[in-house]
């Protein structure tokens, strides 16, 4: 069979092309394939496209406008494209997240804590937001106990064991949302 590409060399490579939902075999010789294909090699088994098979973006596309096509991309052009992600997020730390809200008065005292790192920092805040939680949570169960006793004191029983077992624990047991 002969390259798809140059129609010269025998076809030794083959590349499979998704488009619409169809998948379409395509055949290449091995200087095509390398010059149409692959970026780099990072070592003798990795070898990184440097173009999508499902969206056909290339390396040069996303060089230029740092947008990828489809989230195949990562994983079909990942040793051109995870290194100017990774720049562009500015370094390797990785996601942290958002900050857990907390009280005026705790930001006040963990503004004069002295930390090591901020994954100390972010801890601690993590254990403030954590207590303030649960004594929001039982002061909301309190609230809803005292208002099934007039009502539904069946319920309010239940409502009554779950705060002890809350008290107990320390732990939130349920989320009360009014």
Not at 112 to 123: G, H, I, L, M, W
């Amino acid at each position: 069979m002969r390259c798809f590409y140059c129609n010269k060399h025998e076809a030794v490579k083959s590349y499979e092309r998704v488009r619409k939902g169809v998948a379409k075999r395509e055949y290449y010789c091995l200087s095509c394939y390398e010059k149409l294909f692959l970026c780099h090699k990072q070592s003798e088994n990795e070898e990184f496209l440097s173009v999508c098979p499902y969206c056909e973006r290339t390396v040069a596309q996303f060089e230029a406008s740092k947008l990828v096509g489809c989230p195949y991309c990562y994983k079909t052009m990942q040793g051109s494209i995870l290194p100017i992600v990774v720049k562009m997020q500015g370094g390797d730390c990785g996601h942290r997240g958002k900050l857990p809200p907390i009280s005026e008065e705790n930001e006040v005292l963990l503004e004069r804590e002295r930390f090591v790192t901020e994954e100390e920092k972010d801890a601690f805040r993590a254990e403030i937001a954590a207590a303030e939680r649960f004594t929001r949570q039982k002061g909301e169960m309190e609230t809803l106990v005292a208002y099934l006793d007039r009502r539904d004191p069946a319920r309010a029983e239940e409502y009554r064991e779950k705060l002890e077992r809350m008290n107990r624990t320390g732990a939130v047991e349920e989320e009360i949302v009014w």
